[in-house]
């Protein structure tokens, strides 16, 4: 049984920061450093994007034009768990916020159908 599951959203003004998480169980993620995770948003009635991309040993970080110097992604091995810290948040970064992982080839990871495994989501509401 392979499962991602993100927490950690809910409802800030714009402005504020908030981090959610993703932790990862199963006997795939036995050797979550092997991993490759990346964080993807969906807003209503909008495609799903991605936001943010951690390598396996967390060295290499790639982020969207959208969020970068706002957003930070970080992974802790021992926890099995991948984070994302959100600061400044704009009401335009409402939306389910998707973790997804990949075995890493040493290669950057951007788009949905690079990914194998996802959660089931957590809502991120901004107000203005």
């Known amino acids: 049984q392979v499962q991602l599951v993100e927490s950690g959203g809910g409802l800030v003004q714009a402005g504020d920061s908030l981090s959610v998480s993703c932790a990862a169980s199963?006997?795939?993620?036995?050797?979550?450093?092997?991993?490759?995770m990346g964080w993807f948003r969906q807003a209503p009635g909008k495609e799903r994007e991605f936001v943010a991309t951690?390598?396996?040993?967390?060295?290499?970080?790639y982020y969207a034009d959208s969020v970068k110097g706002r957003f930070t992604i970080s992974r802790d091995n021992a926890k099995n768990t991948v984070y994302l810290h959100m600061n400044s948040l704009k009401p335009e970064d409402t939306a389910v916020y998707y973790c997804?992982?990949?075995?890493?080839?040493?290669?950057?990871?951007?788009?949905?159908?690079?990914?194998?495994?996802w959660g089931q989501g957590t809502q991120v509401t901004v107000s203005s």
């Open positions: 997804a992982a990949r075995r890493d080839y040493s290669n950057t990871y951007t788009t949905i159908n690079e990914y194998s495994y």
């Open positions: 199963g006997r795939t993620f036995s050797t979550f450093s092997s991993y490759a």
């Open positions: 951690i390598s396996r040993s967390g060295g290499i970080t």
